[in-house]
């Protein structure tokens, strides 16, 4: 199975980087011929994976139409350089990308490789924005600006529909949400391959290292802005100090001057600064999981967050929001509480700090999803592109 991947971000910035770049090393070891074109700014060192590196020079977070300035970047470097395919390259493979990002490129290489396109959603941005525009108050302009992606990513979603080999996504949730929006003629084509805890980054001395038996130390970890939904769980933390409960809150996230400044000022209106602290970044996520009681995922959409999958290894007891991927990932709603509601927030702490056998029951719900992320993910791919190809 020949597989040609790219990767032309000029940062590893997500946990969706880090996988996939480790899946090219995963099927490389199964013997897989495995050729990555990827920015030649980005240092990498992926064993088995020939790497070709391509000139794609932009400045992060300032470039618009970034696919297809990568899809231009790819163009030019097959036109220009001396690179050539495998004459009988066609005969079995896949390009392999991760994202919309690098679809235009993929088209690109398609053409001329003679392969199809195994394409991966990494995250429904389609229902992202139709939860802002649900959930956030938001100006006039910004509206306008996700109503509008809603219209491109739609008609986005037809063209992967159309022309993609096989198409991956990380829940039945994510897929049957695609499919509703592209018609079901593409099912046959599609797969489902959940993240797991085979990953180098889960390291074998944390797994189940969480002691807890009582929920007194809460964690959240992700982005400061909408999408994680902070808000309402600083929300939750006031009406938990209100009712006198003994708690501590640590957030670990980035964001802008000014969400930080709202935050600093939302904990000291109501008397938090003593009880929740906010750092920009933890150098040990897993550390984090296994100190923490209970670790909440509060957000308006999210995907497949691998932190659920980081508490899961630890042992450590999770709670989160009913979006996107997250009830596949933690398979009972006892974990689960509705988006934007810190109500619900709230009385769900509340009841894991009052009982502490209720506490140890959602601990061990949460423990009991390690054998699910636990299985070969690379094989798992592997299995799917060969069926598509029979």
Known sequence: ??????????????????????????????????TLFYNRDLALDLA??????????YVYHK???????????????????????????????FVLIHGETHWAAAKVLSRICGLPIAFAQ????????????RYEILPFKSRLFHLAYMFRQFLREQEIARKAGIL??????????????????????????????????????YAMSNTSVE??????????GARKGVRYLLEACARLHEAGLPFTLRVFGSGSGKTRMEAAGFLEKHGLSSLVSISGHTENVLQEMRDADLFI????????????????????????????????????????FDPADAGQIYLKIRSLMENPEEFRRIRDLTRARSAYFDFDWAQAWLDAMEHAQT
């Open 63 to 93: 470039t618009k139409a970034l696919g297809q300035k990568f899809a231009r970047a790819l163009q030019k470097f097959l036109r220009t350089s001396d690179y050539s395919f495998s004459r009988n390259i066609a005969e079995n493979g």
């Open 48 to 57: 088995g994976v020939k790497q070709i590196p391509v000139n794609v020079p």
């Open 297 to 336: 995922v509060p957000s308006l959409f999210d995907s497949y967050p691998d932190t659920i999958i980081e508490a899961v290894h630890c042992g450590t007891a999770v709670i989160a929001s009913r979006v996107g991927g997250i009830p596949d990932m933690l398979g009972s709603g006892d974990l689960l």
């Open 1 to 34: 199975m020949n597989i040609y991947g790219i990767f032309f971000n000029n940062g590893i910035r997500t946990g969706g980087h880090r996988r996939y770049l480790r899946l090219l090393e995963g099927l490389a070891a199964k013997n897989c011929p495995v």
């Open 215 to 224: 929920c007194r130390k809460l964690l959240f970890l992700g982005t400061l």
């Open 122 to 133: 990494r995250s429904d941005s389609f229902t992202e924005s139709r939860m802002y525009l």
């Open 168 to 205: 991956f996504f990380q829940s039945e949730t994510d897929r049957d949400s695609f499919l509703r929006r592209t018609g079901r003629r593409a099912k046959e084509k599609t797969a489902v391959v959940r993240g797991d805890i085979r990953q180098e980054n889960f390291k074998p001395e």
